[in-house]
């Protein structure tokens, strides 16, 4: 009897030990199938000390520093609502939960706590790819070649490898975000247009950045991966000439629209103008000129002309060859 005693007093501390760790703070109607943890909307005010270090506004609300147990996180508090309220939201939560790869910010929480909608990030220690590059000193070429690589290899996940096929249509240097050793890690991608795999086009209204929209958006003709491809093309040209997409100065009308300045420079033989005689760059002249054709051939106007972002990652990194890109204005008929 006393051994019985005994058994039945293990079985019970066994139960309640398996239910104590079982998670408490989750109802059903809020449980996400992923492996990112709920917070409440509380400890979210408190993690972020009352949402009081703003580290920067994006497309859909603003970012805060906060720590969650010894890390330092970023909590995107979302100032948008999905119109398919929180089935939407749900739905994006698993899609990002779902989404791993080493150049894609990731995501480590979420709250849906009636109307407060928050994201919970890792923390980038280096800030935002614009920051980096519009700075007033000067990123080294290879540091900025290899910041273009990782991208294009993040948005190659994202168009290819992904269960769920991910349209970004915001890329731009705000949107990419740099770690404690500058790798390149794309964000905002969870909030994009989602497809199915069996779903390749897709008609809405415009998304994305001035300077970064590629010309469809305005044409009212199918959407494609090739809008990222696009804004990708903006964004390598300005690694490579730490310029702006569009910069207007006095005297200077010729350089005010970046892609139409590279491609005059590429024409022109000026390459040295548009790294603004980078001696680092100009000592690696061959890999300097691939990037300027690839940044060409990705801002076409022609969708169809656009090369895959798979395609795009062994021109960088000199797998294939490079041939002369047409005028990014060429359009076929």
Request: negative net charge; proline residues 3%.
């Amino acid at each position: 009897m006393f051994v019985n005693i005994i058994l039945i007093g293990v079985i019970c501390v066994g139960f309640y030990l398996i239910c104590k760790k079982a998670p408490t703070n989750v109802s059903s109607s809020n449980t996400v199938n992923t492996n990112v943890a709920h917070y409440t909307y509380q400890e979210l005010i408190e993690a972020t000390d009352g949402f009081k270090d703003e580290l920067g506004k994006g497309s859909f609300g603003i970012v805060y520093k906060g720590i969650l147990g010894s890390n330092a996180v970023a909590v995107k508090k979302l100032d948008r609502v999905f119109k398919d309220g929180e089935k939407e939201f749900k739905t994006e939560v698993n899609a990002i939960g779902r989404t791993h790869h080493k150049n894609l910010v990731q995501l480590l929480g979420y709250c849906d706590d009636s109307e407060q909608r928050l994201l919970i990030y890792e923390y980038m220690s280096n800030g935002t790819l614009a920051g980096f590059l519009f700075g007033d000193i000067r990123p080294s070429w290879k540091q900025r070649s290899y910041i273009a690589v990782g991208i294009a290899k993040g948005l190659s996940y994202l168009h290819e490898e992904c269960s769920t096929q991910v349209i970004h249509c915001d890329i731009k240097p705000q949107n990419i975000l740099l770690d404690d050793y500058y790798n390149a890690k794309i964000s905002d991608f969870g909030i994009a247009k989602i497809l199915m795999m069996n779903q390749s086009r897709t008609s809405t209204g415009i998304r994305g950045t001035k300077g970064y929209v590629a010309p469809e958006w305005f044409r009212n003709i199918p959407v494609t991966v090739k809008v990222d491809v696009y804004s990708f093309g903006v964004l390598l040209l300005e690694i490579i000439s730490c310029r702006k997409s569009v910069h207007f100065e006095s005297g200077n009308e010729d350089r005010a629209i970046l892609t139409d300045w590279a491609w005059d420079c590429y024409q022109e033989g000026r390459l040295n103008e548009f790294v603004e005689n980078d001696l680092e760059a100009l000592d690696d002249y061959k890999k300097l000129t691939t990037f300027v054709m690839v940044g060409l051939w990705c801002v076409q106007e022609n969708p169809s002309l656009r090369p895959t972002m798979r395609k795009v990652i062994q021109m960088l990194e000199g797998v294939v060859d490079v041939i002369e890109p047409p005028s990014p204005s060429q359009i076929d008929a």
